[in-house]
């Protein structure tokens, strides 16, 4: 696999992050070793297509053909793509020159899927004192439990991952009821894919390759506690959604390691940082800790009942 045979999808829906998306774009054209082709995928915003289309050159740029969303969006680029492997970078994220070359190599086993990347945050103004890294994820990048070297993993943080084209043509696309609309700060689209494509080839494996690295702005609004509390909340009726589509067993296995090792020690970690050197922020962050896991909980458990709920009304009795 060579860097050529790769094909970048970027998917954008408003105006107010343009200069992210040249940023992003620009990564792209900056590799060391150049990608096969970028697409850029405009969700249903009019203004920012015919911007994109009349300022934007040596890309393609295409509407979302489907419904509204995040989802929709990347397949609407899968079905363009022409590489072996397709790439998706988020817009607001930019990729390091060696990006492409870290993605390849990791496709050098046969049996490798999809390829994730480390998605870093960069704090637009800084990293609240308050924020745990291990809930990094809230802002759509790798946290504090994730592994340190390449590994095989259930599924990629989608702000910067990469699929093998013939798992799109071997079990479909991103499934648009779950995923993000506009600013809406659902997800786990990448995780229901990634479950469904390892069940569809049982001997094949994903990986996060760290060495992939790209930054992702994190503007000041989701450095608060608002964002923080929608995101969690969020996150667990995403998870409810997976866990009825691909089932509890593999819908929640990360999660259930990570509640149980990881989010015990960064709350062990703060606590005994506070008392000995009687420091007020690592106590916070550890109560943002036990929130997050509360709010998070608290929408799996929201979420599981409208499944229920869905799964028992009329409609759906055949």
């Known amino acids: 696999m060579q860097p050529?045979?790769?094909?970048?999808?970027?998917?954008?829906?408003?105006?107010?992050?343009?200069s992210d998306i040249q940023r992003a774009i620009g990564s792209v054209a900056s590799q060391r070793s150049p990608v096969h082709e970028t697409i850029l995928v405009v969700d249903h915003n009019d203004d920012l297509m015919r911007r994109a289309v009349d300022e934007l050159a040596g890309i393609?740029?295409?509407?979302?053909?489907?419904?509204?969303?995040?989802s929709g969006a990347r397949?609407?680029?899968?079905?363009?793509?022409?590489?072996?492997?397709?790439?998706?970078?988020?817009?607001?994220?930019?990729?390091?020159?060696?990006?492409?070359?870290?993605?390849?190599?990791?496709?050098?086993?046969?049996?490798?899927?999809?390829?994730?990347?480390?998605?870093?945050?960069?704090?637009?103004?800084?990293?609240p004192a308050w924020f745990p890294a291990e809930f990094d994820w809230v802002v759509g990048c790798s946290y504090v439990g994730m592994p340190?070297?390449?590994?095989?993993?259930?599924?990629?943080?989608?702000?910067?991952?990469?699929?093998?084209?013939?798992?799109?043509?071997?079990?479909?696309?991103?499934?648009?009821?779950?995923?993000?609309?506009?600013?809406?700060p659902v997800g786990c689209?990448?995780?229901e894919l990634c479950i469904r494509a390892v069940a569809a080839w049982p001997e094949g494996q994903i990986v996060y390759e760290p060495m992939a690295h790209v930054t992702h702005t994190v503007p000041a609004s989701r450095g608060s506690w608002r964002y923080f509390r929608s995101r969690c909340l969020a996150e667990g009726r995403s998870k409810a959604v997976v866990a009825r589509l691909a089932g509890r067993r593999?819908?929640?296995?990360?999660?259930?390691?990570?509640?149980?090792?990881?989010?015990?020690?960064?709350?062990?970690?703060?606590?005994r940082i506070a008392l000995t050197q009687r420091r007020r922020d690592p106590a916070v962050r550890a109560l943002a800790v036990v929130a997050g896991l509360g709010l998070t909980t608290l929408g799996f458990l929201r979420g599981m009942s409208t499944e229920r709920a869905v799964a028992l009304s009329p409609e759906r009795v055949t």
């Not at 020690?265 to 606590?271: E, G, Y």
């Open 4 to 18: 050529g045979d790769i094909s970048v999808v970027i998917c954008a829906y408003t105006l107010d992050r343009w």
């Open 75 to 127: 397949n609407s680029g899968v079905a363009l793509a022409r590489g072996e492997v397709v790439a998706f970078l988020d817009d607001d994220a930019a990729a390091a020159p060696d990006w492409s070359e870290c993605l390849a190599a990791g496709y050098t086993d046969g049996s490798v899927l999809g390829v994730g990347g480390k998605s870093e945050a960069a704090w637009v103004e800084g990293r």
């Open 60 to 70: 393609t740029v295409v509407a979302n053909r489907e419904e509204r969303g995040l």
């Open 250 to 271: 593999a819908g929640l296995a990360t999660e259930r390691s990570y509640v149980r090792r990881v989010l015990p020690s960064a709350v062990a970690r703060d606590l």
């Open 189 to 191: 689209e990448e995780t």
């Open 148 to 184: 340190a070297e390449r590994a095989s993993v259930r599924n990629m943080i989608g702000s910067n991952m990469s699929l093998r084209r013939a798992v799109f043509e071997q079990v479909g696309g991103f499934d648009s009821r779950i995923g993000r609309v506009g600013a809406n």
